[in-house]
């Protein structure tokens, strides 16, 4: 009897394995950025061809993580939803500073995208200042340790919008 195939779990990863799609993923995070940085919620002094080549390919790596088979292992197989790959997103791009600013701005926002992406979408107060923004005191925590990705994978879980 051959194999019977299951239809995916609506909270399931998104895998993204070919080069391709993870090229065009990283310019939607860098236009991502750039929008945050164009409505002054972000510093920048501009980057050159050279730096501008180092931050996408900074970019990539996170997203090559995130998205794509390693050795082997499928996004199916490092995380257990849609919310634990969007919030290894936000932690990774948040810590490894890709950015001169905007970090965990970009890095939340983008996560947030790829459960809408999914369909998934997550209900929260999206207070413009940061000192009362909740998703933006859960991004700062995370970088700074007080709580940890699981943490915030449960956050997105529980606040998402059923259908």
């Known amino acids: 009897m051959p194999p019977v195939k299951q239809q995916p779990c609506p909270f399931a990863p998104l895998i993204f394995d070919d080069e391709e799609a993870i090229g065009e993923l990283s310019s939607v995070v860098l236009q991502l950025h750039d929008a945050l940085s164009t409505n002054g919620r972000c510093f920048t002094t501009g980057a050159t061809e050279e730096k501008a080549a180092a931050t996408r390919g900074r970019i990539e790596s996170?997203?090559?993580n995130a998205?794509?088979?390693i050795f082997g292992q499928s996004p199916f197989e490092r995380f257990s939803d849609i919310f634990d790959q969007a919030?290894?997103?936000?932690?990774?791009?948040a810590k490894d500073h890709?950015?001169?600013?905007g970090n965990k701005r970009t890095s939340l926002v983008f996560a947030l995208s790829i459960l809408a992406?999914?369909?998934v979408p997550v209900v929260f107060p999206d207070n413009p200042?940061?000192?009362?923004?909740?998703?933006?005191a859960w991004i700062q925590d995370l970088v700074s340790?007080?709580?940890?990705?699981?943490?915030l994978a449960q956050e997105l879980r529980s606040?998402?919008?059923s259908k």
């Open 62 to 64: 996170v997203l090559l």
């Open 67 to 69: 998205f794509c088979t």
């Open 87 to 93: 919030s290894y997103l936000a932690e990774h791009m």
């Open 98 to 101: 890709i950015f001169e600013d």
């Open 117 to 119: 992406l999914r369909n």
């Open 129 to 136: 200042d940061p000192k009362s923004n909740p998703y933006y």
């Open 145 to 151: 340790g007080k709580r940890t990705r699981e943490e």
């Open 159 to 161: 606040n998402h919008i």
